[in-house]
């Protein structure tokens, strides 16, 4: 459905992404990738939104660079420049997409991305709404407490990286703000919405996360 384009970047260069299309006019989602880069996964979402109503764009945050293998994965989202992925190519992304006829913006991303879309949340104008998928930030970089937009989060309570006791953090310090964020917590494993992983792909969370998203996404993006 969707394909391969260049957008810009605030600094006047430009980044590739990819986009499925939904029509002019239409609200935006920014999907951001896991660690494993763009890979048909990620594009299946992004294809899963323009069926939903929804022009949406995945940026290329490593640059051509996919891989299955963890180790690798780890290298290139160490090797990420973050506050770039943020700043630059995020904020392009959500800029080009707003571009197509001035529809309202989200951004919303899985593990990597769930990160990079709280620190989007933070640090990038324009956005209207924000979906984590199981990825926290370190709070240096990006504190969740400063979330300004309606926000909803989808964690698993069998995750060893984006544990149990940092949601519970993170809820603590956006209450103690004054803010009122959806979260949702599954009994699944990190990575559950990924149908491609099978060792941990939950259907039924998954099916569900989708359609309190796109609820989500039609109250606050109309």
Not at 8 to 29: I, K, T
Not at 56 to 65: I, T, Y
Request: proline share 5%; glycine share 12%; net charge negative.
């Amino acid at each position: 459905m969707g394909q391969m384009i260049e957008f810009g970047r605030p600094d006047g260069s430009s980044c590739r992404g990819y986009l499925a299309g939904a029509g002019q006019g239409l609200p935006g989602v920014v999907v951001i990738q896991e660690w494993w880069g763009l890979n048909d996964q990620i594009c299946g979402v992004a294809d899963r939104f323009a069926r939903a109503g929804y022009n949406a764009l995945a940026p290329d945050l490593f640059k051509g660079r996919v891989t299955q293998q963890p180790d690798e994965a780890s290298h290139l989202m160490n090797g990420l420049d973050f506050p770039g992925a943020t700043h630059q190519d995020i904020r392009g992304a959500v800029d080009h997409l707003a571009g197509l006829g001035g529809g309202k913006v989200a951004a919303m991303g899985f593990c990597m991305g769930g990160a990079l879309t709280i620190a989007a949340a933070v640090h990038v104008p324009n956005l209207a709404a924000a979906v984590c998928f199981y990825g926290i930030p370190p709070r240096e970089f990006a504190d969740p407490a400063d979330i300004r937009i309606p926000f909803q989060g989808h964690f698993a309570s069998k995750d060893d990286w984006c544990t149990p006791a940092a949601v519970d953090a993170l809820e603590a310090a956006m209450r103690a703000r004054g803010a009122v964020p959806e979260l949702y917590r599954y009994d699944a494993d990190h990575a559950f919405f990924n149908e491609r992983r099978g060792d941990v792909y939950d259907a039924a969370g998954a099916s569900l996360a989708w359609e309190r998203m796109l609820a989500f996404l039609a109250t606050h993006l109309a």
